[in-house]
């Protein structure tokens, strides 16, 4: 298919309201009888110890079952899906001392836009909906490709950012589609391209604090430094396909009030000092402003962090794709940490991470985390893999959440720990089973963590109601039986530390089990 074609045909499938519906179930997926949620089933293998916490991901793509934000632990348990939705970066961070979830909800576009439209959300830990941050068109005169209706996007945050800071505020990054001369690159002179910029806001109120162009810095940043990616003669020509040559996906904040950002196309990342000009740029191949140490070189990349920042001595780590849609399956993709030195103008390699039993190419998206005691956990972006390093480098778990490359991903993935109280009851599912004459009792608790018993009460009427069973928790949905079919009222409590945390609403069993 010809590229204009394909991309009308995939903007018909995306922007039709609700998210893609699964074309293929193949990779399986966990079910309950309390619950709704439906999971996918984890293919883990651990090699060593991991830290603890549980895993956070999103679920999207063409083959995804449910496209959701999932909290799942090693075991292949369930702690907490979403409701269903278009979503990207899904994490805990603290914000003004309290653990938060944040992530992206919106629309996304599929390559070769890669961008996406909507808000970051904020919830607390009782998975309460605290703040949306959000800019719309009228606030910041931004335009989107021609094929979306304006009037239909309530918020223009893309998915790429929603970083919160030490200063409690929130990094974001944009796309605004705008004319530009494309001739330095042999495009049109009239072109259009998607812009990126960035942004500080203020979490609770969105007020914009700081705000940047990569458009408005082109005399610092030149259209025709961009590397190889789709080629412009496809590209630029009208406000439905604009030139994306930017394509910023990270923005980090340093101590002295910079920022620093990665662009995939440029296969640079960026300082950029608090008055917007550019401090420096460091190059994945020629270095830009640095002299890279010989085992040091990225494309493509990821998720840039500043890990530590002591006078001239920057660490950074990125996720390094090292492939895009034109060039694929040559480097295997690779987590890097390395050392910036803004005196000498050096920049060197301090670790890498891969698992050479177990290559990866991903193409699109991915992160690199740092837990605090010094394991690294990777998202693997357009591949849908976790794997978590031990600080030697070697492989301690990889847990794969679909088949192949593209079909299923999760733009970045964490292990975090979390403690959730969720405000929505327990579920409790009975039914009788006529054969071993036993009445069943499936209870969940979406979202809750600390639970470590259930209490299942069975009567006849709703203020005689006994203690029939008193289990364990056994995973996200734990099963009780009870002899016998003479319980025509069930609730079952939550008990967390011999305290009940949790009650269920009353239901009666179903007939039968099948
Ligand atoms: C925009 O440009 C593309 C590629 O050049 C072309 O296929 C498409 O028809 C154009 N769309 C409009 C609305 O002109
Ligand atoms: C679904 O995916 C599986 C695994 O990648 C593949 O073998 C199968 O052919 C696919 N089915 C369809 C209908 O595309
Ligand atoms: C599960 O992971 C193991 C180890 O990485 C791999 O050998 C196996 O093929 C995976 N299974 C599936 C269904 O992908
Ligand atoms: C998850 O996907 C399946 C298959 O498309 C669908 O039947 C189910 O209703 C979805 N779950 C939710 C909560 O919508
Ligand atoms: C944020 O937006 C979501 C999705 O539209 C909505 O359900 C929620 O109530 C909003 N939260 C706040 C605090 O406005
Ligand atoms: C976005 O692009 C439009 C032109 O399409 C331009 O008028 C506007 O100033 C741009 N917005 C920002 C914030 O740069
Ligand atoms: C089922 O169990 C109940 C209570 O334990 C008992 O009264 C009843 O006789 C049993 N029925 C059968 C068919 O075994």
Not at 18 to 39: C, D, G, I
Not at 112 to 132: A, E, K, M, R
Not at 380 to 399: C, H, L, N, Q, W
Not at 424 to 450: H, R
Request: with cysteine.
């Amino acid at each position: 298919m010809q590229l204009s074609l394909f991309v009308t045909y995939l903007l018909a499938c995306f922007l039709q309201a609700q998210p893609a519906s699964a074309q293929n179930n193949s990779w399986p997926w966990q079910t309950y009888k309390s619950s709704w949620a439906e999971p996918p089933s984890l293919n883990i293998t651990k090699s060593g110890l991991t830290s603890p916490g549980y895993l956070f991901f999103d679920q999207n793509g063409e083959y995804a079952h449910n496209y959701s934000l999932f909290i799942m632990s090693d075991d292949n348990e369930l702690v907490w899906q979403s409701a269903l939705g278009d979503y990207s970066d899904f994490r805990t961070q603290t914000f003004e001392g309290k653990p938060v979830l944040t992530f992206f909800n919106g629309i996304s576009l599929p390559e070769p836009y890669g961008w996406g439209h909507g808000i970051i959300q904020v919830l607390d830990d009782s998975y309460t909906s605290i703040y949306n941050v959000s800019l719309t068109a009228a606030e910041e005169n931004l335009v989107p490709i021609s094929d979306i209706d304006p009037t239909q996007l309530v918020s223009y945050i893309d998915m790429h950012e929603s970083r919160i800071t030490a200063q409690d505020t929130i990094l974001v990054t944009m796309y605004n589609v705008t004319q530009y001369d494309l001739s330095s690159v042999g495009g049109p002179e009239d072109g259009w391209v998607a812009d990126c910029l960035f942004y500080e806001l203020d979490v609770k109120t969105s007020e914009v604090l700081f705000r940047w162009s990569a458009l408005a810095h082109v005399d610092e940043i030149p259209i025709s430094d961009v590397q190889q990616f789709y080629p412009v003669a496809d590209f630029g020509r009208n406000q439905s396909i604009p030139y994306g040559y930017f394509h910023i996906n990270s923005v980090d904040k340093l101590e002295d009030g910079s920022y620093l950002i990665s662009s995939r196309y440029y296969c640079s990342i960026f300082k950029i000092s608090t008055d917007g000009s550019v401090e420096w740029t460091l190059q994945g191949q020629t270095g830009g402003d640095f002299k890279l140490d010989a085992g040091l070189s990225f494309s493509y990349q990821h998720d840039a962090r500043v890990r530590k920042n002591e006078g001239n001595i920057l660490q950074i780590s990125i996720f390094d794709n090292a492939n895009s849609e034109i060039i694929s399956g040559v480097d295997q993709t690779k987590g890097i940490f390395m050392t910036v030195n803004t005196e000498t103008m050096t920049a060197t390699l301090d670790q890498e991470y891969v698992n050479p039993q177990d290559s990866v190419y991903a193409i699109s998206q991915g992160n690199v985390q740092l837990l605090d005691d010094g394991h690294v956990v990777m998202g693997y972006g357009s591949t849908p893999k976790i794997r978590e390093f031990s600080p030697d480098g070697s492989t301690v778990m990889t847990a794969q959440f679909g088949p192949g490359d593209g079909l299923l991903f999760s733009y970045r993935a964490y292990r975090l720990p979390w403690v959730g109280h969720p405000t929505e009851p327990p579920n409790v599912f009975a039914c009788i089973d006529q054969l071993s004459n036993k009445t069943m009792v499936y209870m969940s608790w979406l979202g809750a963590t600390e639970h470590e018993a259930w209490k299942v009460y069975t009567g006849s009427s709703i203020s005689s109601l006994t203690l029939a069973a008193h289990v364990k928790r056994a995973g996200f949905e734990t099963m009780a039986s009870i002899p016998g079919h003479q319980a025509p009222l069930i609730r079952v409590e939550a008990e967390e530390m011999g305290v009940t945390s949790g009650v269920s609403p009353i239901v009666s069993p179903r007939n039968s089990c099948v």
